[in-house]
């Protein structure tokens, strides 16, 4: 089966997209403030229009983009119905979350029941060319916040029995799927093409940051014109009222739809409302933000991105930080409220909430994972797409009669490299093609140590074994290769880390006993062990994505 030609798996090679982790983490401070700073009557409107809606379509336009990039390496390895299993895995457990967290979380609508629907839903378009994607986002845009008003009179509300829960997902609740999706298709198309774009060079992606952030730019004054527009119309209406209450009323929190069906609603872009209006408003802002903080953080040399690597590790862990905010938030009502106000409501409140993510982001900086609730969503979206993740071999150079070296950018960092070449649960999840998974690997990762590797074939198993020459952590991992029971003399394979801007390269070389070998190696192997790294590039890739 061929790759898909447009769907989103990134040409190979692509640096990772370490704007969009930041962005994540603008996204998720935005939210903290919506929960804990906004009072109405007192909180400055610049206040309220900034984290008033925006914040949570951010993290739903993000989690489009996080879509393509846990998708990418198996559309390119053309298992689009590895990645659409893969992703409806995710979603459902993304789901799950919100409903195991929404209990504990009782002063917050908690996002994350609908926003796992609408990645379940992504899976029937993830392979699908962009136009597809704008042939349903444009009408959902036009039409969602429409359908939501209506469903919202004529359908029992969420919180009447099972059925009105699940209208209340889709339909009716705060964060209807039939607008929420929107901004997931929205992300979809804005990652495919940074994606390209960052494969082609630094000034390719510059441009596609820039016309990201015009576009955003257009869609956020469509949005505040529409919504001007609107408010006059309503003023009319409403004759003798004075104009800041007209605005008052336009502009107010819709919790998931606008405040009645008539047209001149879906022309005002009030927050949560899901109009026209909001859609290009906030998708607007959202699309400012990932190009404006994508391009500051691709100016930066990687000794600042190094400092960064806090910041990036908790927005690369929204789930888990979202989790624990939310819950944060009611204990910090229940217990801080009566005896430090300060630090339950206010600015106090958001500065503990964000000093905590930032924590959680140190720790995971430091010890080069992911976070607990990114782990079981990969683990289990990797077990229903069956591990199936392949990719296209890279180029080989021959600078010798009996070697081969390639050399693959990584988006990952040189800790998060080293991890999955020494961790016996790690590597079978990349390096075996996947016709040849590894059943048993044992590692003993020192200067003389010895691994093993058991490989289930059609005819039974094949053992791959060598033994560590050289041994320096996030540098250097050399050692013999051969398969036992063959005659074959071994290999010798040389693999060195270096850090580069968003990432790291991985340089691999393989020595052979004679330029015969070395070149059989080149026509049937060499490509397989090069599309191994590109499946750990795109298999870490998309675990921080997650």
């Not at 969009?20 to 309220?48: N, Q, S």
């Not at 004075?242 to 336009?250: C, E, F």
């Not at 074939?457 to 791959?464: R, S």
Request: proline share 7%; net charge positive; with cysteine.
């Amino acid at each position: 089966m061929s790759a898909p030609t447009d769907p989103g798996a990134g040409p190979r090679g692509a640096r990772r997209l370490v704007g969009i982790d930041l962005a994540r983490l603008v996204a998720i401070a935005g939210m903290m403030a919506a929960h804990v700073v906004l009072e109405p009557g007192t909180t400055p409107a610049a206040v309220v229009w900034a984290v008033d809606g925006p914040p949570s379509t951010l993290f739903a336009v993000l989690g489009g983009t996080s879509v393509v990039l846990a998708s990418r390496a198996r559309l390119a390895a053309g298992q689009p119905w590895a990645a659409r299993r893969a992703l409806v895995a995710r979603g459902l457990v993304v789901a799950l979350i919100g409903l195991l967290v929404e209990p504990f979380a009782s002063a917050v609508y908690v996002v994350l029941v609908p926003f796992g629907v609408a990645i379940a839903l992504s899976a029937l378009v993830v392979a699908a060319r962009w136009w597809v994607l704008l042939a349903i986002a444009v009408p959902l845009a036009a039409s969602g916040g429409s359908i939501a008003v209506r469903a919202r009179e004529a359908l029992p509300a969420p919180d009447d029995g099972p059925l009105g829960a699940a209208l209340g997902v889709l339909l009716t609740g705060v964060y209807p799927v039939v607008t929420w999706w929107c901004y997931l298709l929205i992300g979809m198309l804005v990652a495919r093409a940074l994606l390209r774009a960052t494969a082609a060079g630094k000034a390719a992606e510059r441009r596609a940051l820039g016309l990201v952030a015009l576009m955003g730019a257009a869609l956020l004054a469509a949005g505040a014109a529409s919504s001007e527009l609107g408010i006059r119309l309503l003023a009319e209406r409403m004759g003798g009222v004075d104009q800041a209450s007209v605005r008052g009323i336009a502009l107010a929190n819709g919790y998931g739809a606008a405040a009645g069906p008539e047209p001149m609603w879906q022309l005002i872009a009030a927050p949560h409302t899901g109009t026209p209006a909001d859609i290009a408003r906030t998708a607007g802002l959202a699309l400012l933000v990932i190009a404006l903080v994508s391009l500051a953080a691709s100016t930066l040399p990687p000794r600042a991105l190094r400092l960064l690597e806090p910041l990036r590790a908790a927005g690369a862990a929204p789930l888990t930080v979202y989790a624990v905010h939310v819950v944060l938030v009611t204990l910090g009502l229940q217990l801080l409220l009566p005896i430090a106000p300060d630090l339950a409501l206010g600015w106090g409140a958001w500065l503990l909430q964000l000093a905590i993510a930032l924590v959680i982001g140190a720790l995971l900086a430091a010890t080069g994972s992911k976070g607990p609730l990114e782990r079981l969503v990969t683990w289990t979206a990797d077990r229903a797409a069956g591990l199936a993740v392949g990719a296209r071999p890279l180029e080989v150079q021959r600078p010798d009669p009996t070697s081969l070296t390639f050399e693959v950018p990584m988006g990952a960092s040189r800790a998060a490299v080293w991890r999955a070449l020494t961790d016996p649960e790690q590597l079978p999840r990349w390096m075996p093609d996947p016709t040849l998974p590894i059943v048993r690997c044992e590692m003993d990762v020192r200067p003389g140590g010895r691994y093993r590797w058991v490989h289930r074939t059609a005819l039974g198993e094949l053992v791959v074994a060598g033994e560590y020459l050289q041994v320096e952590p996030e540098r250097t991992l050399q050692h013999t290769m051969a398969v036992e029971g063959r005659r074959e003399p071994g290999t010798v394979v040389t693999v060195r880390l270096e850090e580069a801007a968003g990432g790291s390269v991985v340089t691999v070389h393989e020595a052979f006993s004679s330029s015969g070998l070395r070149d059989r190696a080149a026509r049937r192997g060499a490509g397989v062990a090069a599309a191994s790294y590109e499946r750990l590039d795109a298999l870490l890739e998309g675990e921080r994505g997650a």
